[in-house]
């Protein structure tokens, strides 16, 4: 099996652990263990941590070491650097918003699987070429949402998405009901309020009731 095909057969089984990956903006990283075990609790246990604060790489290192059937990852990987923080912090799997050749090229050395974003049928067909068979697709709703995946179904069929951006509870089936839809990525099942406030049993309900989408 090709190094490759290897990290999509690992990047599908994360995916498959539930239909919704939480994405996750962190300011404090205290609450990145209870945050996470409230999560896995709530049955949504693969969890994309954002590089967008200074306190996500700890975070990352904090889920990894200490929370058990976690399965942690680095979102917002714009960088070959970050793509190697986040694998030495411990990540599972990297997501990024969109490719650059740099990045591609950087994870193709990397043994940390990345899901990459796309918002084309232009892109999709060049991740394709690279071995690529599952993608974010990002930004979910403002790129045309359920209704554009649902028209890549044809051409495209050999490629699943994991449409992230503008999704809640409320249009979630949309996506998850499509064919090329293996799960969504959102970040409301861990808000700033009840981040701030640890509010760990009302974030384990909003992934129990993201977990009974499917
Ligand atoms: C992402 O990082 O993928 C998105 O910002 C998450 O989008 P959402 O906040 O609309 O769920």
Redesign the pocket.
């Known amino acids: 099996m090709s190094p490759i095909e290897h990290k999509q057969q690992q990047v599908e089984a994360t995916l498959k652990l539930a239909p919704v990956v939480p994405?996750v903006i962190i300011d404090d990283a205290k609450a990145a263990v209870p945050m996470a075990r409230a999560l896995v609790a709530g049955g949504t246990p693969a969890i994309e941590v954002?590089l967008r604060t200074p306190a996500a790489l700890e975070a990352i290192r904090a889920i990894a070491a200490e929370v058990e059937g976690a399965v942690v990852g680095v979102?917002?990987v714009l960088t070959p650097k970050d793509l190697h923080a986040a694998q030495q912090a411990g990540a599972r799997f990297a997501?990024s918003?969109g490719v650059s050749p740099k990045l591609l090229d950087a994870a193709d050395d990397s043994e940390l699987p990345l899901l990459p974003g796309t918002a084309t049928a232009s892109e999709v067909m060049h991740l394709l070429e690279r071995g690529y068979r599952f993608l974010k697709f990002?930004?979910a709703v403002p790129a045309g949402g359920h209704k554009l995946i649902g028209a890549w179904a044809s051409p495209l069929p050999q490629v699943r998405f994991c449409p992230?951006?503008?999704?809640s509870l409320a249009n979630a089936h949309d996506f998850l009901g499509l064919p090329n839809v293996v799960c969504v990525?959102?970040?409301?099942l861990t808000p700033a309020d009840k981040l701030k406030a640890g509010d760990w049993a009302g974030i384990e309900q909003l992934a129990r009731e993201a977990k009974a989408l499917r």
């Open positions: 994405v954002t979102g917002t997501v918003p990002f930004p992230t951006g503008g999704i990525g959102g970040s409301w």
